[in-house]
């Protein structure tokens, strides 16, 4: 299957600190691409659908001014989790699917947010 | 949004078929149905996708009833490293979005 990737794997920060996460798609061109939060022994939850070349389109309840999402081209697309707090501390995980809404969607490996 | 059930948890011991079931009965015309496989900190890796009748590839089977209310993963002679999470979604018709559930636990026992 396509592979996506996510930059980085970890990262620790203090509290009001932004943090900036990668999202590739490596093999393929991804029209759209998703953000997702996981926290421990929970679901996925979508925070926002992206579309290349248009702004993020936000799940209820999702503050769009702390999670700033761009997808600047089709194979990229970058989540910034702005002041992090610890309650912003979670798995986020992305991904990507080229094309028809039908394609498959691939996932990233996520990456683990630790704000202290 | 088309929303799906599916236990909670399942057991199994090593080489055994699972049959995991999905319900989603509010299912749409052109929605399809894909099941994910999640280990702890790690991203959903796709498994399988159908739309009616049966599926299979090189991993699993997904079948799937005439009025496609529901389906039904299964997983042929489990290793102990096929235990993970497993999720069924449907998209594609009335959404163009995954919509998460509560998953499956399968814990495959030696």
């Known amino acids: 299957g396509a592979v996506v990737s996510q930059h980085p794997s970890w990262v620790i920060c203090k509290s009001g600190t932004s943090v900036k996460i990668e999202c590739r798609s490596l093999?393929?061109?991804?029209?759209?691409m998703f953000w997702y939060r996981q926290f421990p022994k929970q679901s996925l939850m979508l925070m926002a659908t992206?579309?290349?070349?248009?702004?993020?389109?936000?799940e209820q309840g999702v503050e769009k001014d702390k999670f700033l999402i761009n997808h600047a081209s089709l194979t990229l697309s970058t989540l910034t989790v702005t002041s992090a707090h610890p309650e912003d501390s979670s798995f986020y995980i992305c991904?990507?699917?080229?094309?028809?809404?039908?394609?498959?969607?691939?996932f990233g490996p996520g990456t683990r947010l630790l704000v202290l | 949004l088309a929303k799906t059930t599916q236990p909670i948890s399942m057991d199994s011991y090593e080489g055994q078929e699972v049959n995991i079931t999905c319900s989603h009965n509010?299912?749409?015309?052109?929605?399809?149905i894909t099941w994910y496989q999640q280990f702890p900190s790690q991203g959903p890796r796709f498994i399988i996708q159908?739309?009616?009748t049966k599926v299979t590839n090189e991993v699993a089977s997904l079948f799937i009833p005439a009025d496609r209310k529901s389906s039904t993963l299964s997983l042929p002679r489990v290793s102990l490293s096929d235990t993970a999470v497993y999720y069924c979604l449907v998209y594609g018709g009335a959404t163009n979005k995954l919509i998460f559930g509560t998953g499956t636990l399968l814990a495959v026992q030696p």
């Open positions: 093999d393929f061109q991804a029209t759209t």
């Open positions: 991904s990507a699917r080229s094309g028809v809404v039908q394609e498959t969607q691939y």
């Open positions: 509010n299912i749409a015309t052109n929605d399809y």
């Open positions: 992206s579309n290349e070349g248009s702004k993020a389109t936000y």
């Open positions: 159908g739309y009616k």
